[in-house]
């Protein structure tokens, strides 16, 4: 573990969250979800959890993104509150 | 708005009370902690047990494969039944047989979202050329799971992400004439059924459910350790199966609807 990487990994894991949850276009807050994976997902990797990291990068960021993308294109776009 | 100001409250609340109980927690790796040393006056702790014994007790090098796979395995057999379960309901309340008419509506058409055929084409030819590498690392892992990272469920998202990208590539139609609805409802139950089979198989032979060693005599090896090494694989490939056709089935009925016609 590295604390100035931990640090940045952090920062970027607090602001990627924060983002996904205000952002009205949904199509971008699935996006910045998948970010927000994927920096979970090095944050793993970084802890020394490889197999949780290596599932966290193909489920996380990879498959529910997807999915996530998909519900939204099959709803609506544009979030009301 | 209301609503939003007690919800604010409730997370900074729950958020607050999670931070003041994480700092009864003992350092990170520290190793006089009961997960590491075992309780005091006790017995030695399990993750001891398992750093050092599970090589011999297994013969698999990746001790997380052994604890899931093996001295877990109760756990990853419903894990998968989860997998299932949670595939079925989304088959359960989205897909429909009537044409033209899906049970969830679309509120709002935007067709902002298909950007022309230009881009269809660039995106098509790269998912076509990810397709056979994704599928061969994913049969990797799943094989390899014993000594590297990964195993089953790795490898199972990654072997239904392949066919979602074909899906992506071309339209559903094309992924769907490779894995077809009966075959990946079929492999969904097989999965399941080669894990359970597995654990019923050591039943037959006169052990408890799951416990490996006892397959020696089906997989002709030279001991209990590498029958459970075995075991471990097929275990891996039923999850693999299941965990694969499930991933597909959940996008293949949330992208088109339901309907299994159109999709993204």
């Known amino acids: 573990m590295i604390l100035s990487f931990d640090i940045i990994l952090l920062v970027f894991l607090v602001v990627a969250a924060i983002i996904s949850l205000s952002v009205k276009d949904l199509l971008s807050a699935s996006m910045i979800f998948g970010i927000y994976s994927f920096l979970i997902c090095l944050l793993w990797a970084d802890m020394g959890a490889v197999d949780v990291a290596f599932t966290e990068a193909a489920v996380g960021a990879g498959v529910s993104a997807l999915f996530l993308i998909a519900t939204v294109y099959n709803t609506k776009r544009s979030s009301s509150d | 708005m209301i609503a939003k100001i007690y919800a604010t409250i409730a997370v900074f609340i729950t958020g607050?009370?999670?931070?003041?109980?994480?700092?009864?927690?003992?350092?990170?790796?520290?190793?006089?902690?009961?997960?590491?040393?075992?309780?005091?006056?006790?017995?030695?702790?399990?993750?001891?047990?398992?750093?050092?014994k599970s090589y011999a007790d297994t013969k698999v090098p990746n001790i997380v494969t052994s604890v899931l796979a093996d001295y877990r395995s109760y756990d990853t057999m419903f894990e998968t039944v989860v997998i299932f379960v949670a595939g079925m309901s989304i088959f359960a309340i989205l897909r429909t047989f009537r044409s033209g008419a899906p049970l969830v509506e679309n509120f709002r058409k935007d067709d902002s979202f298909i950007d022309g055929d230009h881009q269809r084409i660039i995106v098509g030819t790269t998912?076509?050329?990810?397709?056979?590498?994704?599928?061969?690392?994913?049969?990797?892992?799943?094989?390899?799971?014993?000594?590297?990272?990964?195993?089953g469920f790795q490898g199972g998202v990654l072997l239904g992400a392949s066919y979602i990208i074909l899906a992506l590539a071309d339209d559903l139609a094309a992924a769907l004439r490779r894995l077809s609805e009966a075959r990946y409802l079929m492999l969904a139950a097989v999965g399941i059924a080669?894990?359970?089979?597995?654990?019923?198989?050591c039943m037959l032979?006169?052990?408890?459910?799951l416990d490996y060693g006892v397959l020696e005599a089906v997989f002709r090896t030279d001991g209990p350790e590498m029958a459970r090494s075995h075991s471990m694989l097929g275990v891996e490939i039923g999850v693999a199966a299941t965990v694969m056709a499930i991933m597909f089935a959940i996008y293949a009925n949330l992208a088109s609807k339901g309907t299994l016609k159109k999709a993204l």
């Not at chain 2, 520290?30 to 993750?47: F, K, L, M, W």
């Open chain 2, 16 to 52: 607050s009370l999670l931070i003041y109980g994480v700092s009864d927690f003992p350092r990170f790796g520290d190793a006089r902690s009961p997960a590491n040393a075992g309780v005091e006056g006790g017995a030695g702790s399990i993750s001891e047990y398992y750093i050092t």
């Open chain 2, 127 to 151: 998912c076509r050329l990810a397709v056979p590498v994704v599928q061969l690392f994913a049969l990797y892992v799943i094989a390899h799971g014993h000594h590297s990272p990964g195993g």
């Open chain 2, 194 to 201: 080669i894990y359970s089979g597995l654990g019923f198989l």
């Open chain 2, 205 to 209: 032979l006169g052990q408890n459910f």
